[in-house]
């Protein structure tokens, strides 16, 4: 950790923000992986420019350095989950898009997993303290999960959805019980 008053961002913003394709597109990226803003997306695109910059660097070196190298980075990249295979190549890296990111974020995998019923509402779970990874809680929705543990998130231990999780037939008892109690009422 730095210095907190020297801190600087994470991220570059696009070079021009104003064109009518990039805004349309960061729009639908916005509402099917439920950001809070703008600067997530942006995040994630810096993110993937590193690595695919990190992917070009390795093709300027001597065969041999390559090797290691490329080696090195196929397993950072394959552990984060952004590739299938550790058989990939420099191209699949040099392939890689913002939305392999976004789909590897804390809150797309509860959505995915169906601990939650709406991406939002995952956001939600996550920043009250009730989704944890191997019984240590996690309150970053954007926390990038690696590929092994994403097999061990699950309620936190003390949270209230560990004994019963949000379904739809929960939320549809409890509006018709509510129904009934204000027809009792009248």
């Known amino acids: 950790m730095g210095d907190p008053r020297k801190s600087r961002k994470k991220w570059e913003g696009p070079g021009l923000p104003w ?5 349309s597109h960061e729009q639908e990226l916005l509402g099917r992986y439920g950001l809070r803003n703008k600067k997530e997306i942006w995040l994630a695109r810096t993110i993937v420019r590193r690595f695919r910059h990190m992917a070009r660097a390795l093709l300027a070196l ?15 990249v394959y552990r984060m989950g952004l590739l299938n295979s550790q058989n990939a190549t420099v191209d699949d890296i040099l392939g890689l898009k913002e939305e392999d990111l976004l789909e590897r974020r804390l809150q797309t995998i509860v959505f995915k997993k ?9 956001r939600q779970l996550i920043t009250h303290g009730h989704i944890a990874i191997g019984g240590k809680k996690i309150t970053s929705p954007g926390y990038i999960v690696p590929r092994d543990e994403e097999d061990s998130i699950d309620f936190y231990p ?27 009422q009248a």
């Open 62 to 76: 001597p065969p041999a350095e390559r090797l290691v190298r490329e080696k090195q980075l196929i397993g950072k």
């Open 19 to 23: 064109i009518r394709e990039s805004l």
């Open 158 to 184: 003390t949270s209230i959805f560990k004994s019963r999780p949000p379904t739809m037939q929960q939320e549809k008892t409890q509006e018709q019980s509510k129904g009934e109690v204000n027809v009792e």
């Open 114 to 122: 169906g601990l939650a019923r709406t991406i939002y509402q995952a």
